[in-house]
């Protein structure tokens, strides 16, 4: 393996705070202004994340650089977020605790693109050990919170304004988020714009069909009917067009969601439910592929899915004493997915086909986490959690598609159990230790049950679901370590997951493919198990007021039961920054590096990714304009211009190259 060189990176926003947390598992991204601070969950610890480039960053900008994330990159919108290589319906995607169904079949509309930073309080990143708490996944959780509005701001108005540009795309961002806080109501709006050309490559190339528009607006409300007891109101609502995957063979026309909620809020320190929260929510999503801007296109096809989910969410936190607490959750969804194809051949009739049958998932589950400080160096947790999920198919439409497979019955039902867990131990003053193990269960999802001819662009093949797959299962085990100092900190962790029945699409040459140019049929089935493992890492140094060093390090190795690797598993990565910042102005220099991969899935269309080393500069100045406090930020990413892609990268589509950008951002 390639030896990684250190990196020197700036970090945006270094701030550090110590917080008492409830898992050593769980990190808490803040996103508030300017200020970034990330909060790991351990009792009393600080580690900060570079986690934000700039004021116009996406939420995936933000992802990609959190050691447990990676992302699946078909584009340069709607990447898919993975936790240690796991994706899908193996991980929890959700939006202040409300689940969400995107509505396409090839993943195009992952939850997270309906989410910008400025309308997001808060990411909290758990592991297959914790993340569970949020629901039955083998993987881990995403729960993006949403931003509320300020009860308390000295003047009754404020408000942010931030607009970017960048040139490898000739991208625009525009943003604007309005507060008003009153003695009982309060109001938080904002509204996002993006829009995208293709852009260009490492020396030079266009990336045709990379281009994207969308718009992203949202509102929060609160009423406060007494100190202790709040109703909250949100709605966030969003558009895209004119988006395309240069991956993928189809465009998106338009997709579109909207999410409202409405909960009710308790807080009181002084009781034994210090925390509680009950949130009924509806969203819709409407996703429309074409590929009528496509060139040499045999056949136009039409692809329009739809998904609605309705649910009800509850949780909260009880102090059982000054040494023990409990944080419970509980919640109830229904989940509903439709998607079609229109094939239109010159001479014939229309051809049409469900390749989601209409199907609806029932999921009603509960959840606990118990955590006990014994003394000043130990602490012990306990997570458990229990799903009921139902699958049914709503049409007989539906089921005639099914049947064809031979599943003539295809209601599937599963009672999912989960349960891990872990102790902390504060070995020295500056040592600490944090050991967990885990059992964590997860039912297939729509596609690997009921899914009809969805191609994959990845490996050329057309996928058919197996309504025969039972759970996966997921033993894990963490270990990490933390050694902190006055002005350093360095953490370690290393895990080992067993995965059985891992799911994965073989071959099966009793069906022919439908798609024009695929290479065969996969049907979706179980591996007797796989195993993944892997170490993180991550060095925070401040050795003076106006100097702070971040570097992060992550890798994972996958392999299925005969040895061969798992795909979209990235190789070795190492980021690192550098800042100086003296006063109102700040410098940065970042390196990011990535090893070559050479391990990876020919079944699943893969090849051999070279290693690639990154450098990009960043500065940024505050001052006042018009008395009011304004931050302008500017610098080159890519400076080298190098042309690369990452494993990740569906069909090896190179990312930006050199791009430079400029940022103002305003609050009044």
Excluded at 124 to 142: D, K, R, W
Excluded at 240 to 258: E, F, K, R
């Amino acid at each position: 393996m390639k030896k990684i060189i250190p990196f020197l990176f700036i970090l945006h926003s270094l701030t550090g705070r110590t917080q008492t947390g409830f898992s050593d598992s769980s990190r808490y991204i803040e996103l508030k202004e300017v200020t970034v601070p990330v909060k790991n969950g351990s009792s009393r610890q600080q580690l900060v994340r570079f986690v934000r480039t700039g004021q116009a960053a996406s939420l995936e900008d933000i992802m990609s650089r959190i050691p447990e994330l990676n992302l699946l990159r078909r584009g340069s919108y709607g990447m898919e977020p993975s936790i240690r290589s796991l994706s899908s319906g193996q991980i929890n995607v959700l939006i202040d605790g409300m689940r969400i169904h995107g509505a396409c079949t090839d993943k195009m509309d992952p939850p997270t693109i309906y989410i910008e930073p400025v309308n997001l309080d808060r990411m909290e990143v758990q592991t297959g050990n914790h993340g569970f708490l949020h629901g039955s996944a083998i993987g881990g959780s995403i729960n993006l919170a949403v931003a509320s509005p300020s009860c308390h701001a000295v003047s009754k108005i404020s408000g942010l304004f931030s607009s970017g540009y960048q040139s490898a795309a000739q991208a625009f961002y525009e943003s604007l988020q309005l507060n008003y806080a009153g003695p009982r109501w309060s109001l938080l709006g904002s509204i996002t714009g993006r829009k995208a050309a293709a852009y260009r490559s490492g020396g030079g190339d266009k990336v045709a069909f990379s281009q994207y528009e969308k718009i992203n607006y949202s509102l929060s409300a609160i009423y406060q009917y007494n100190p202790q007891t709040r109703i909250k109101l949100d709605f966030i609502g969003d558009n895209g067009w004119n988006i395309s995957y240069p991956a993928l063979p189809m465009d998106v026309g338009y997709a579109a969601a909207g999410i409202a909620s409405v909960s009710l809020e308790k807080e009181n320190p002084l009781k034994k439910i210090t925390r509680w929260r009950v949130k009924a929510y509806a969203n819709q999503v409407r996703h429309y592929m074409d590929d009528t801007h496509r060139p040499n296109v045999p056949m136009h096809m039409d692809m329009p899915g739809k998904s609605q989910t309705a649910g009800l969410y509850s949780d909260g936190e009880i102090r059982l004493n000054s040494r023990q607490q409990i944080r419970f959750t509980a919640d109830l969804s229904l989940t509903y997915l439709k998607a079609s194809m229109t094939m239109y051949q010159t001479g014939q009739l229309p051809m049409y086909m469900l390749t989601w049958p209409d199907n609806r998932k029932d999921q009603a589950g509960a959840g606990a986490s118990w955590q006990w400080q014994a003394d000043s160096n130990w602490s012990l947790r306990a997570t458990a959690r229990i799903d009921l999920v139902n699958y049914t198919l709503r049409s007989q439409e539906a089921k005639d598609h099914i049947s064809i497979l031979g599943f003539p019955d295809a209601a599937r039902s599963g009672f999912l159990k989960n349960i891990s867990f872990g102790a902390t131990r504060r070995i020295s003053p500056v040592l600490k230790t944090n050991a967990s193990i885990g059992w964590a269960e997860r039912m297939p999802t729509a596609s690997e049950y009921y899914g009809f001819y969805l191609f994959n662009a990845q490996d050329g093949y057309d996928y058919i679901g197996n309504p025969d797959l039972r759970p996966e299962q997921s033993l894990l085990g963490e270990l990490n370590m933390t050694v902190q100092g006055k002005k350093a900190e360095f953490k370690l962790g290393g895990f080992y997951q067993y995965i059985r029945r891992y799911i994965m699409g073989r071959i099966n040459t009793s069906y022919s493919s439908m798609t024009i140019g695929a290479n065969g049929v996969k049907t979706w089935e179980a591996l007797p198990y796989a195993i993944l493992t892997g170490i993180e890492a991550s060095l925070v140094w401040k050795p003076v007021d106006e100097v702070s060093l971040i570097s992060t390090l992550r890798y994972t190795y996958g392999k299925t039961n005969k040895g061969e690797a798992l795909p979209m598993i990235a190789p070795l990565k190492n980021l690192s920054a550098l800042r100086y910042q003296p006063g109102r102005v700040f410098l940065q220099a970042e390196t990011e590096q990535a090893s070559r991969q050479q391990r990876y899935s020919l079944a699943y269309g893969e090849d051999a990714t070279a290693a690639y080393t990154l450098l990009h500069v960043r500065s940024g100045y505050s001052f006042s304009l018009w008395q009011k406090k304004t931050d302008l930020q500017a610098g080159i990413e890519n400076i080298l211009d190098k042309k690369y892609h990452e494993h990740t990268d569906w069909g090896n589509i190179p990312r930006p190259g050199r791009n430079f950008y400029m940022q103002l951002l305003m609050r009044f």
